[in-house]
C-alpha cells in the first residue's frame, strides 16, 4: 500500500484528485495484523483500488473535478464502494475524470488533462481517464469508474487494460453522481478477466436505495473458462464501412475477425442504425438528463455557493462561474430538447429511436451470441485537440453509446492496439462477455 501510495504522490500522468492515504494506511495495517494473528483472509482484502471522483465516500472529497464542487465531502458511501470496503479493499485515491462525467477525454477538469498511459502526449481518454491509467500504470489493482456512454471502456480501451459496463441495474448506483440515471452504469477497471469478475460479484446485487437495480447470479471462476456455448459472433456492417474509422483501426478489427473465425466460430455481418443516428439519439437523452439531474447543484444544498444580490442571481451567478463550459453547453442543450415546443420533436423522438435500438439488439442476440466492435472508430488524440471541437469529441463516442441506450453488458478487452476490442451481449449475461473474453486470451 505505501509502495503505491508513493507511485501516486508525483501525480505525473494527472490522475489524483485526492489521496486517501491516512485512510488507506490504517486498513493496510489492519490487514497486517490480521495476517500476523493468523486468521485467514478474503480475497479482496488488502487489495488496493481506485475510485473515480464521481463517487460518494463518507468524508472524503467528492468534486466531480469541478469548481462547482471542489470543497465538497461526502456524508455517506456508495453501496458498489461500501461492499468493496466490507470486503476489505484499500481505497487509495480518488481519481481525475471530467467534469461530471461530461467528456471523452479527461481534459474537461480542473486538476488537469490526464495523460494516457502509454504515451502521455495524448489523451487518458474519458470520463474515466484517471481511473484506467491508474490501472495501466499499475498505480491501482483495479478501479472503478462511471460508465454512462462509454468512459469506463474507451479508456480502458486508450490505455490497454480491460473495463466493464456491466449490464445497467446489476450494480446500485447509490452513492454515484448521477450524470444519466439511465444509463448511468458502476463499472471495474482492471488488468486480468479474472480480477474484473472478483470485483463485479463483489458490488453487484439489489438495494433498496436503487430501485432499478435486480439480483443477479454470482460469476463462478469455472464457468467462464469454457466457452462451448459460444457458436456465432456479429459485428455491426456500418461501423467498418463508415468513412469515418481510422484505417489503422479498421484493419486491427478485421484482423481479430478472422482470429475469431480461425477458432472455429462463424462471424456474421449485422445491419444497424447510423453512427450519426446513435450518438444523436445518446446526446439528446443524456443531455436531457444532465440538465435534470444537474439542477440541484446551485450552491444551496452543496457547493461552491456565490452570493448576489437575491437567491436567484446567487443560482444564476454560481453556476455560471463554476460549472465547465462542456457542463453549461450539456445544460443548455438538454434543457432546449425538454422545453415546450421542442420535447415532442426531439426527447420524445429520442426516446422512441432508444426503444427500436434496443428492439435491434433483441433481434440480434437472436441470431448471435456476441457482437463485437472496436472501441472507438479513432485512436486517441492529442490532449489539446479534441476540446477545440465538441462534435468531433461526440462523434468519437460512435461505438460505445448504442450499448449504453441498449443498457447491455460491454466488455473492452486490451489488443496491444491503439482502442480495444468491445464484446457485447444480451442483457443480464455479463458473463459470456467474460467469458468469450477468455477464449480469446
Ligand atoms: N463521452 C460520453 C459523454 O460525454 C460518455 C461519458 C460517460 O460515459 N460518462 O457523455
Known amino acids: 500500500i505505501k509502495e503505491k501510495l508513493e507511485l501516486l504522490k508525483p501525480n505525473t500522468h494527472n490522475t489524483v484528485n485526492s489521496l486517501l492515504d491516512e485512510t488507506a494506511l490504517k486498513l493496510a495495517s489492519k490487514v497486517d495484523e490480521k495476517i500476523a494473528s493468523g486468521e485467514t483472509i478474503g480475497l479482496l482484502e488488502g487489495i488496493p483500488f481506485g475510485i473515480k471522483d464521481v463517487y460518494m465516500v463518507e468524508g472524503t472529497y467528492t468534486t ?115 450524470y444519466a440515471s439511465s444509463t448511468d452504469c458502476v463499472g471495474p477497471i482492471a488488468k486480468s478477466i479474472e480480477d474484473i469478475r472478483i470485483v463485479l460479484n463483489t458490488m453487484s446485487g439489489k438495494d433498496v436505495k436503487d430501485q432499478t437495480t435486480y439480483t443477479s447470479s454470482e460469476i463462478e471462476q469455472n464457468s467462464i473458462l469454457s466457452s462451448d456455448n459460444i457458436t456465432s459472433v456479429g459485428y455491426f456492417k456500418n461501423f467498418i464501412e463508415s468513412e469515418a474509422i481510422d484505417e489503422n483501426i479498421k484493419k486491427e478489427f478485421l484482423s481479430a475477425i478472422e482470429k475469431i473465425k480461425a477458432k472455429g466460430i462463424a462471424v456474421k455481418a449485422l445491419d444497424f442504425f447510423k453512427s450519426d443516428t446513435l450518438v444523436s439519439t445518446y446526446y439528446t437523452l443524456a443531455m436531457a438528463e444532465t440538465a435534470s439531474n444537474l439542477s440541484r447543484l446551485d450552491g444551496t444544498n452543496y457547493g461552491n455557493r456565490i ?53 435491434n439488439f433483441e433481434n440480434d442476440f437472436n441470431e448471435v451470441d456476441i457482437i463485437i466492435s472496436p472501441v472507438t472508430p479513432m485512436a486517441p488524440p492529442k490532449i489539446g485537440d479534441s476540446l477545440k471541437d465538441p462534435l468531433a469529441m461526440y462523434l468519437s463516442d460512435a461505438y460505445t453509446v448504442g450499448f449504453s441506450l441498449g443498457q447491455l453488458p460491454t466488455l473492452t478487452v486490451p489488443q496491444g492496439t491503439e482502442t480495444g476490442l468491445q464484446l457485447t451481449a444480451a442483457k443480464d449475461n455479463d458473463e459470456l462477455v467474460l467469458k468469450f473474453a477468455n477464449f480469446l486470451k
Not at 430538447?337 to 428492439?359: C, M, N, P, T, W
Open 64 to 178: 466531480a473535478s469541478s469548481d462547482l464542487l471542489k470543497h465538497y465531502k461526502s456524508a455517506y458511501t456508495a453501496t458498489a464502494i461500501q461492499k468493496l470496503l466490507d470486503a476489505g479493499a484499500i481505497p487509495l485515491v480518488k481519481e481525475n475524470c471530467d467534469s461530471f462525467g461530461h467528456g471523452s477525454s479527461s481534459e474537461n477538469t480542473i486538476f488537469g488533462a490526464v495523460k494516457n498511459a502509454k504515451n502521455p502526449e495524448l489523451v487518458g481518454g474519458g470520463s474515466s481517464g484517471g481511473s484506467a491509467v491508474n490501472v495501466a500504470k499499475d498505480y491501482t489493482v483495479f478501479s472503478i469508474g462511471g460508465d454512462t456512454g462509454g468512459s469506463v471502456r474507451q479508456p480502458a480501451g486508450y490505455n490497454d487494460v480491460y473495463g466493464l459496463k456491466p449490464t445497467y441495474g446489476r450494480i446500485s448506483r447509490y452513492g454515484l453522481m448521477a
Open 307 to 359: 452570493d448576489a444580490d437575491n437567491l436567484k442571481e446567487s443560482y444564476s451567478v454560481t453556476r455560471s462561474e463554476n460549472f465547465s463550459e462542456e457542463t453549461k453547453r450539456r445544460i443548455v442543450g438538454g434543457n432546449q430538447v425538454l422545453s415546450q415546443g421542442f420535447s415532442d420533436e426531439i426527447y420524445l423522438k429520442g426516446l422512441a429511436l432508444r426503444d427500436q435500438i434496443s428492439q
